[in-house]
Nanobody, 121 residues
Framework: VQLQASGGGLVQAGGSLRLSCAASGRTFRRYVMGWFRQAPGKEREFVAAISWSGGSTLYADSVKGRFTISRDNAKNTVYLQMSSLKPVDTAVYYC???????????????WGQGTQVTVSS
C-alpha cells in the first residue's frame, strides 16, 4: 500500500488542523492505520491508531482528548483531527499502515512521506 499524507501547516497555539492520508490500492481495509510524529532531534513516536473497521482507537497520553483519528474505508483515507494544538506538537507527522493493532513503530511496514506541523506560541 502506498500512502500520501497532507494537511500540515503553520498554526497558532490553541488552533486546529486536520491531516489526511490517502492510500492506494484495494486492500486499505486490511490495515490498521496509525499516525506518528517526529520532532527534530527526537525519535519517532506513536500518536494514534485506528483498527481495520474504525471501531477501536488508541492514543498517546500526550494527545488524548485533543486529537481524533478516523478513517473512511470507502475513500481509502485516514484522518487526524488535531485541536488545542500546543508548541510541543510541532513535528513531522507520518501516517503508516500495519497488519496488527499496535502502537509499536516497528510493526508498521508502510509509511507516508510526512507532513510538517508547526505550532507557534
Amino acid at each position: 500500500v502506498q500512502l500520501q499524507a497532507s494537511g500540515g501547516g503553520l498554526v497558532q497555539a490553541g488552533g486546529s488542523l486536520r491531516l489526511s492520508c490517502a492510500a492506494s490500492g484495494r486492500t486499505f481495509r486490511r490495515y490498521v492505520m496509525g499516525w506518528f510524529r517526529q520532532a527534530p532531534g527526537k525519535e519517532r513516536e506513536f500518536v494514534a491508531a485506528i483498527s481495520w473497521s474504525g471501531g477501536s482507537t488508541l492514543y498517546a497520553d500526550s494527545v488524548k482528548g485533543r486529537f481524533t483519528i478516523s478513517r473512511d474505508n470507502a475513500k481509502n483515507t485516514v484522518y487526524l483531527q488535531m485541536s488545542s494544538l500546543k508548541p510541543v506538537d510541532t513535528a513531522v507527522y507520518y501516517c503508516a499502515a500495519a497488519l496488527d493493532y499496535t502502537t509499536l513503530v516497528a510493526a508498521y511496514g508502510y509509511w507516508g512521506q510526512g507532513t510538517q506541523v508547526t505550532v507557534s506560541s
